[in-house]
């Protein structure tokens, strides 16, 4: 699976947009892009996924560049709960390849009032 | 309600105890995975398998082993050869395809 990189932190206003990059460079063709959050001693939670066209859920968009080597989950309006730590990672997802899911650091965002 | 269930939430035990950590889902989803994470670190990769009767390792299996005899469990021991086992371990289950992962909401171990 290719590797993502995102900022470790960032701190967003309530009521605001939150935009959290997402660097995957190496993405391959047939690789999605998934979106989780963890709450704090928590088990991840899915936010959303895309392989080339935006796509937006009740949750947050998921904006992917043309050349897919980055993306960009935006939260519209933040709120005191979508503090978290919100996971990028890519993966292939096929039994052929092993549905192997690894996750990387992730960022912390902090949502201030 | 379909789910992924793991217990026991808090666990304790003395060094050199092996120790079984429980994950069942009956979200009928193919592959089911194991995670380790450290304060203020993220979800590394312990076991995973795609399907029964079949498992590989992920990036820190050493210290670890897994069966998979039914679809829906998934139990993870802690060896005593695992150096430090004390961490919060999550189970998670997808069914393959283009889906997302389900995850449990951990067991919190620590061994004194």
């Known amino acids: 699976d290719a590797k993502t990189t995102q900022p470790p932190s960032m701190d967003c206003a309530e009521g605001r947009a939150a935009n959290l990059p997402c660097n995957h460079s190496?993405?391959?063709?047939?690789?999605?892009v998934y979106w989780y959050r963890q709450i704090h001693s928590q088990g991840p939670q899915y936010i959303i996924h895309?392989?080339?066209n935006n796509e937006t859920n009740e949750m947050a968009s998921l904006i992917i560049t043309e050349d897919r080597k980055s993306s960009t989950l935006i939260l519209p309006h933040a709120t005191l709960r979508d503090t978290a730590v919100y996971y990028c990672?890519?993966?292939?997802?096929?039994?052929?390849?092993?549905?192997?899911?690894?996750f990387g650091g992730g960022t912390r965002v902090l949502v201030k009032p | 309600d379909g789910g992924i269930t793991q217990s026991p939430k808090y666990l304790f035990r003395k060094e050199g105890q092996n120790v079984t950590l429980s994950c069942e889902q009956n979200?009928?989803?193919?592959?089911m995975y194991w995670y380790r994470q450290d304060p203020g670190q993220g979800l590394r990769l312990i076991y995973y398998?795609?399907?029964?009767?079949?498992?590989q390792k992920g990036d820190i299996a050493e210290g670890y082993s897994v069966s998979r005899e039914k679809k829906e469990s998934f139990p993870l021991t802690v060896t005593s050869a695992q150096k430090n086992p004390t961490a919060f371990y999550l189970c998670?289950?997808?069914?393959?395809?283009?889906?997302?992962?389900?995850f449990g909401q951990g067991t919190r171990l620590t061994v004194v």
């Open positions: 398998s795609q399907i029964v009767n079949d498992f």
């Open positions: 190496t993405i391959s063709g047939n690789e999605y």
């Open positions: 895309g392989l080339k």
């Open positions: 990672i890519v993966r292939v997802a096929n039994r052929a390849a092993g549905n192997k899911l690894t």
């Open positions: 979200l009928n989803h193919d592959a």
């Open positions: 998670a289950s997808t069914s393959g395809g283009n889906t997302e992962a389900f």
